[in-house]
């Protein structure tokens, strides 16, 4: 899927003061990565010193997500460009694997 699919597909908020981030507002009930992307996936899991909560990354053609899993079980969904997903990642201190995603 293309970051242009993905932001297509539902209701995304642009990031105040972080270009080319975008988040998802919160649903009633958890939003998993399948029903996001609308196909099984496994996000890579990583923590990070700065954030609170562990953080799930799925690269895109064009982009990634970057979620953050809170621990009552929903998941607060960033949508970013390949510009927005670089800062954000350099910023968790994240390196992803060499594997990309299918």
């Known amino acids: 899927m ?3 699919q993905l ?9 105040r003061n972080c270009p080319g981030r975008f988040v998802l ?3 009633e009930e958890p939003l998993s990565f399948e029903i996001l992307l609308g196909r099984p996936c ?3 899991a990583f923590s990070s010193p700065v954030a609170k909560d562990r953080v799930l990354v799925w690269s895109l053609q064009n982009g990634g997500l970057i979620s953050y ?5 929903h998941v ?11 800062r954000k990642l350099g910023q968790l201190g994240i390196t992803l694997s060499e594997t990309k995603n299918p």
């Open 2 to 4: 293309t970051f242009e």
């Open 7 to 15: 932001r297509a597909r539902w209701p995304w908020r642009p990031i």
């Open 25 to 27: 507002p919160r649903q």
């Open 42 to 44: 496994s996000p890579q």
């Open 69 to 73: 899993e809170q621990p009552d079980g």
């Open 76 to 86: 607060i969904h960033t949508l970013n460009t390949p510009a927005g997903f670089t």
